[in-house]
């Protein structure tokens, strides 16, 4: 058990690592792909040369980043394979659909086009080559869709059904999942804060020019473009982040509670807008969680239910229990799940030994036809993954990580709305040139919008322990039952093979944007 704890950890740590260095490099790909192909648009309406020599400068970052982030992509979805298998098993065809059609469909399309984006200048008409353009950014989008609600099933399983004889959950509803409102509101946002950080890497690029007193036409172009691109990118972040917020509110309110570390539920709650936690956390002290803290008045009832007097759920409130907001106690949950656990037990036993009154009478707690079964399902299975957990306090999550996380999220998006506007208004009138601070809070602004990002994947992994799938399957179960020696060893070797093929990246682009856009002809 000791060890299987290990491998657990292990798997964790190893899925946890290998989504970071993934997602480093998965948020430029989306957006730079799409502001190349507005840039191309440029010039095949215009016919300027000079926009194809820019066109072709960002094209070539776009390639070396693209290149670098399939290897981390890969690896990443075999894990789910070699650590995982339990979840793998469990839910495999619902989860396996969708990363199914993005590697048949999203995948295959990028990398069709791409060829002929990077390959067809001479080859192809100006018309065809700016189609391959925008299908390769489009597949790269279409593989995040799809990637993105495998992913937001795991916080909000919906559109399935258990199958009793296989122990499997099995798709019932495709349109269901893929149009969650989770599934929805996490591609939305994600999609539009990757655009953002695309727009900030050209942003920081082109005012590295400008610094240098290089390139003066390919920055001040660039940054017209993509400042406005940008804009429209980071308050579209900003209204979409708005609504995964309501969102949680009602599917997962602990990430919420453990978000603002609201420990004690109140109506009109306020939204912290500022705070320092105490080392210290504890249940039982809630009054004194924070040294120090800024509040806006019911905000926090605003964002969650669009009502300033609504009732936002604590983190006691969710574990203890509150009968007077219908919320069950996290230990009724625990009991519950037992209870489906041990039918499941029971129900296999009786296949084994030819027990059929057993069986039938099993089989019709699990029928959603009948008033049993759909009162079994809804009062019993439906806290399934509970079963696994052996204390109530194993739902909180890791509070102080997401406290902080999420305000570096939000007011890393909030200095780059501030940031795209102003940029957009001095390059315009010809002044950001002479603007040398802001030149350089530009370049600032790229590792910036890097850390921002990774926060907020903070926000939605950790915040959703310790559940591999909401409610049905703690991380702890979902496992594969392998020696914690091979998960250490392989952990190491991915992590040697990632911060080279990072360092690779930065390198080659820093080389590449040092040598700068290609000679005019």
């Known amino acids: 058990m000791s060890d299987f704890l290990q491998t657990v950890d292990w798997s964790r740590a190893q899925f946890a690592m290998t989504a970071i260095y993934h997602w480093l490099f998965v948020p430029l790909t989306l957006g730079l792909g799409v502001l190349v192909a507005i840039l191309e648009t440029i010039y095949y309406r215009t016919g300027d040369p000079s926009w194809r020599r820019i066109v072709r400068f960002w094209m070539r970052l776009f390639g070396i980043n693209f290149a670098i982030g399939v290897a981390t992509g890969i690896i990443l979805e075999f894990e789910f394979g070699t650590n995982w298998s339990n979840y793998s098993y469990f839910v495999g065809d619902i989860f396996g659909a969708p990363l199914a059609i993005e590697g048949i469909l999203a995948f295959?399309?990028?990398?069709?086009?791409?060829?002929?984006?990077?390959?067809?200048?001479?080859?192809?008409?100006?018309?065809?080559?700016?189609?391959?353009?925008?299908?390769?950014?489009?597949?790269?989008?279409?593989?995040?869709?799809?990637?993105?609600?495998?992913?937001?099933?795991?916080?909000?399983?919906?559109?399935?059904?258990?199958?009793?004889?296989?122990?499997?959950?099995?798709?019932?509803?495709?349109?269901?999942?893929?149009?969650?409102?989770?599934?929805?509101?996490?591609?939305?946002?994600?999609?539009?804060?990757?655009?953002?950080?695309?727009?900030?890497?050209?942003?920081?690029?082109?005012?590295?020019?400008?610094?240098?007193r290089r390139e003066r036409q390919l920055a001040t172009r660039s940054i017209a473009v993509a400042s406005l691109f940008g804009l429209a990118a980071s308050l579209l972040t900003a209204t979409t982040g708005d609504r995964s917020g309501a969102v949680i509110a009602r599917v997962q309110p602990m990430k919420l509670a453990a978000m603002e570390a609201l420990y004690e539920g109140r109506t009109g709650a306020p939204l912290t807008a500022f705070g320092v936690l105490r080392r210290?956390?504890?249940?039982?002290?809630?009054?004194?969680?924070?040294?120090?803290?800024?509040?806006?008045?019911?905000?926090?009832?605003?964002?969650?239910?669009?009502?300033?007097d609504a009732f936002v759920a604590g983190i006691n409130d969710l574990v203890d229990g509150n009968p007077g907001q219908g919320i069950l106690p996290t230990a009724e949950k625990i009991e519950r799940g037992r209870v489906a656990i041990d039918a499941l037990a029971r129900y296999r036993t009786a296949r084994e030994t030819g027990d059929e009154e057993t069986v039938a009478a099993i089989r019709a707690l699990f029928d959603p036809e009948t008033a049993e079964g759909a009162a079994f399902l809804r009062n019993h299975f439906a806290y399934f993954g509970y079963g696994y957990l052996s204390s109530p306090e194993q739902i909180i999550p890791d509070v102080p990580l997401?406290?902080?996380?999420?305000?570096?999220?939000?007011?890393?998006?909030?200095?780059?709305?501030?940031?795209?506007?102003?940029?957009?208004?001095?390059?315009?009138?010809?002044?950001?040139?002479?603007?040398?601070?802001?030149?350089?809070?530009c370049i600032a602004a790229v590792p910036l919008s890097y850390v921002a990002s990774q926060a907020g994947w903070i926000v939605a992994e950790v915040g959703r322990q310790p559940w591999a799938i909401q409610h049905l399957m703690p991380v702890g179960v979902a496992a594969t039952r392998i020696g914690s020696g091979a998960v250490i060893t392989t952990f190491f070797l991915f992590l040697a093979l990632f911060t080279a093929l990072l360092a690779a990246e930065i390198g080659i682009l820093f080389k590449q944007i040092q040598i700068g856009p290609e000679k005019e002809a």
């Open 280 to 308: 210290d956390l504890a249940r039982d002290r809630a009054d004194e969680a924070f040294r120090f803290r800024i509040d806006i008045p019911k905000m926090l009832s605003i964002m969650s239910f669009r009502d300033a």
């Open 402 to 441: 997401l406290f902080y996380s999420f305000r570096i999220m939000v007011g890393a998006g909030s200095l780059f709305i501030l940031l795209f506007a102003a940029v957009w208004w001095f390059n315009r009138r010809g002044r950001l040139e002479t603007l040398r601070p802001l030149l350089w809070g």
């Open 108 to 212: 295959f399309l990028e990398s069709t086009f791409i060829a002929v984006m990077f390959f067809g200048w001479e080859k192809v008409s100006r018309g065809a080559h700016l189609a391959a353009t925008w299908l390769t950014a489009i597949g790269a989008n279409l593989s995040a869709l799809w990637i993105l609600v495998a992913n937001a099933w795991m916080q909000y399983p919906v559109g399935c059904r258990f199958d009793l004889d296989t122990v499997r959950n099995e798709m019932v509803s495709f349109s269901e999942v893929l149009f969650s409102p989770v599934a929805i509101n996490k591609f939305t946002h994600t999609v539009t804060s990757a655009f953002t950080l695309a727009a900030l890497f050209v942003v920081g690029v082109s005012a590295w020019y400008l610094l240098r």
